[in-house]
T-cell receptor, first 109, second 116 residues
Framework: KNEVEQSPQNLTAQEGEFITINCSYSVGISALHWLQQHPGGGIVSLFMLSSGKKKHGRLIATINIQEKHSSLHITASHPRDSAVYICAVPRDSNYQLIWGAGTKLIIKP | EAQVTQNPRYLITVTGKKLTVTCSQNMNHEYMSWYRQDPGLGLRQIYYSMNVEVTDKGDVPEGYKVSRKEKRNFPLILESPSPNQTSLYFC???????????????FGPGTRLTVL
């Protein structure tokens, strides 16, 4: 079993739909990262959170440390949200990350 | 502008011909890292560095070397490239504060390497 699992692997939706991507992990952590990889390959950090919820524009990330689960939500999805979304958690050392396999999201106009 | 730069962005080479991929950051970050990304395997860490002259192996270090002589630069060296090193490579940097690895990582644009 992978230490970080994301679901779904692939998600296709229509523009305007509410999107949820899930991340479950088996290791004890203090923080979790969500990143976005654009179709062109570039990777940007979206959120780093250790409890509760964070919001940036139409993106919302939540985490439940007790249940070892995090979700990334996109409201009013748009074709430009099409990307691979990756979650990652620190290893014990805190200087390395355990990466999820990513969720490929396609938003159709 | 705060950024991580990598060069070259694209490289096609032949087996055994030594090459270096450069990585530079202008944010005075202590932590730098190299990853490779292959279809179906996600990101895998090759090497990382916590500061000048401090480097350590990641998950897939075989066939790679790194050096950290200056804080801003972290080159990746392939002494004798082989076709199984064909991949998309990313350099990343991050500050190390009291929160350690909790800090956001900034990624370079990627280097697409093909070894024939």
């Amino acid at each position: 079993k992978n230490e970080v699992e994301q679901s779904p692997q692939n998600l296709t939706a229509q523009e305007g739909e509410f999107i949820t991507i899930n991340c479950s992990y088996s290791v004890g952590i203090s923080a979790l990262h969500w990143l976005q990889q654009h179709p062109g390959g570039g990777i940007v950090s979206l959120f780093m959170l250790s409890s509760g919820k964070k919001k940036h524009g139409r993106l919302i990330a939540t985490i439940n440390i007790q249940e070892k689960h995090s979700s990334l939500h996109i409201t009013a999805s748009h074709p430009r949200d099409s990307a691979v979304y990756i979650c990652a958690v620190p290893r014990d050392s805190n200087y390395q990350l355990i990466w999820g396999a990513g969720t490929k999201l396609i938003i159709k106009p | 502008e705060a950024q991580v730069t990598q060069n070259p962005r694209y490289l096609i080479t032949v087996t055994g011909k030594k090459l270096t991929v450069t990585c530079s950051q202008n944010m005075n970050h202590e932590y730098m890292s190299w990853y490779r990304q292959d279809p179906g395997l996600g990101l895998r860490q090759i090497y990382y560095s916590m500061n000048v002259e401090v480097t350590d192996k990641g998950d897939v270090p075989e066939g790679y070397k790194v050096s950290r002589k200056e804080k801003r630069n972290f080159p990746l060296i392939l002494e004798s490239p082989s076709p199984n090193q064909t991949s998309l490579y990313f350099c990343a940097s991050s500050p190390i504060g009291l929160a350690g690895g909790y800090n956001e990582q900034f990624f370079g644009p990627g280097t697409r390497l093909t070894v024939l």
